[in-house]
């Protein structure tokens, strides 16, 4: 079975940075579109960024010029670098397969928590 493991949450002050990476155990992400979703509670599910196979990034424009995806596919990893967080980028951050980049996504791991505080 695939796994998808997300870490790098944390809670950090208005302003600052983390980096949350996707890792991933037996599968290769190499042919895979790989996107980060984020859910708060109480709000719905909302896609963050992807990059694709090719390494073509597309971003929400919540998040656009604040965030950056990048892949490392010799490490089988997946990283979004969050910075200029904001008390509204406050959620659960799962990292998970897509098709094309299109908010269909396949596989998830269980999230990271990240909180922001003003």
């Known amino acids: 079975q695939v796994q998808l493991a997300e870490s790098g949450g944390g809670s950090v002050q208005s302003g600052g940075s983390l980096r949350l990476s996707c890792a991933a155990s037996?599968?290769?992400?190499?042919?895979?579109?790989v996107g980060w979703f984020r859910q708060a509670p109480g709000k719905e599910r909302e896609g963050v960024s992807c990059?694709?196979?090719?390494?073509?990034?597309y971003y929400a424009d919540s998040v656009k010029g604040r965030f950056t995806i990048s892949r490392d596919d010799a490490k089988n990893t997946v990283y979004l670098q969050m910075g200029s967080l904001e008390p509204e980028d406050t959620a659960r951050y799962y990292c998970?397969?897509?098709?094309?980049?299109?908010?269909?996504?396949?596989?998830w791991g269980q999230g990271t928590q990240v909180t922001v505080s003003p």
């Open positions: 998970a397969t897509e098709e094309f980049c299109s908010g269909h996504y396949l596989q």
């Open positions: 037996r599968f290769t992400l190499d042919y895979y579109a």
């Open positions: 990059i694709s196979s090719s390494g073509n990034t």
